[in-house]
């Protein structure tokens, strides 16, 4: 007569496995805030400031929503700046398995921001589109402020590291290698739905242990069958 408490014990290991095979299939990603030394140019002359500076992705629709955060003002005005007077862009350097540039823009100031005293800026976001395999970094590029019919660049100066590191697959398995990426959305030009790795490891390996739950619980089944006595 076959041990159920085997048995059982089998099927549970097999759980276990497979449970830990998509634990391990998480999404990598790998995001720091880092202190950017922005040297400006302004109509009056030219500053400089620090500011950390935070980037996270987050997957939307054909690619991934990049958001850039400022967590101090870089710039001023000597005069006060009306409600909606002040429009931000910047741009964020690629490098790893992808090159170029991402545009990131935002809205313009919710409130007047006073004469001399620092521009915060609002949270700036673009859509990034993996052409190449592997990880692709994103670093901190020049900050364009636009108020009152003059342009303010702010372009870092210390030579900053990456702010936010993702590992994606590009539609239609590209190779991992040095791409292209420029404009507003650096979106695909084909239009379609990226792959992305981890994700697809996450479902190929979730799959993969159900497969071995039903083959152990089949093969349990069978096992009870086989070893029952045949009825006269």
Sequence with gaps: MPSY???????ASAAALAGSAVLLAAPAAHATVVDVDYACKTPIGNKSAV??????????????????SWQKGVSSSPVELGKGAMSPSATV???????GTLNVTGSPNQAA??????????????TYTPKKTGKVTFTAG???????????????????????????TAAGGGTTGSGSS?????????GTLPKTGP?????????????VLLAGAAGALWL?????PVRR
């Excluded at 408490?5 to 099927?11: F, G, Q």
């Excluded at 350097?93 to 090159?99: E, F, N, P, Q």
């Excluded at 420029?182 to 084909?190: F, V």
């Design 182 to 190: 420029s404009g507003g959305t650096g979106a695909d030009s084909a």
């Design 51 to 68: 500011s950390p500076i935070d980037i996270k992705g987050v997957r939307s629709g054909s690619g991934y929503k990049i958001t850039m």
């Design 5 to 11: 408490p085997k048995r059982t014990a089998v099927l």
């Design 93 to 99: 350097k690629l490098g790893g398995a992808d090159s």
């Design 224 to 228: 009870t069958r086989r070893n029952q």
């Design 142 to 168: 020049v900050l364009t402020i636009k108020a009152l019919g003059t342009t303010t660049t702010c372009t870092p100066g210390n030579n900053p590291g990456p702010s936010l590191t993702l590992d994606v």
């Design 113 to 126: 921001i006073p004469a001399n005293t620092p521009i915060k800026i609002n949270d700036l976001s673009g």
């Design 199 to 211: 994700e697809d490891s996450f479902v190929a390996l979730g799959t993969l242990g159900g497969t």
